[in-house]
């Protein structure tokens, strides 16, 4: 069952984040949170810091003619009652449908008063087989 709820979030979050509208994504995120990537770890204590993240990415994304994004999971697993794990592919396209690029990232979301919410969100090499093996 906290399989499908963690689906349901992540298809959710990825029609919001498809909006390029930084607010329509706060509400996913637990505060604090946590970014691991390329840059380093980038600790997110609230909403302020998210936006500060998230704006540049989105405003890029607009430079380059985005217009949607899509998650293909390869794996989900509930950890406990109130913590789980998804990893998989996230590609982005252009409003013309062509592929934009694609980044391997892997979520833990906590289960909040509120529901899942992510906790961290990792990003990898898309071709590693944790994200593309079920």
């Known amino acids: 069952m906290a399989n499908e709820a963690v689906n349901q979030v992540i298809a959710d979050y990825y029609r919001d984040f498809s909006t390029l509208n930084i607010q329509a994504i706060l509400p996913y995120f637990n505060e604090p949170s ?6 380093g770890v980038i600790p997110i204590p609230d909403r302020a810091a998210l936006a500060a993240v998230f704006g540049p990415v989105m405003e890029g994304l607009r430079a380059k003619s ?6 293909e999971p390869g794996y989900v697993k509930s950890l406990s009652s109130s913590a789980a794990l998804i990893g998989g592919v996230a590609m982005r396209y252009k409003a013309d449908g ?3 690029e694609r980044a391997g990232i892997t979520y833990v979301l906590h289960k909040t008063e509120c529901g899942w919410k992510f906790a961290a969100l990792i990003l990898h090499d898309p071709n590693t087989p944790e994200s593309t093996s079920s």
């Open 34 to 39: 946590l970014l691991v990537g390329p840059q």
């Open 66 to 71: 985005y217009g949607r994004s899509e998650f």
């Open 98 to 100: 062509q592929e934009l």
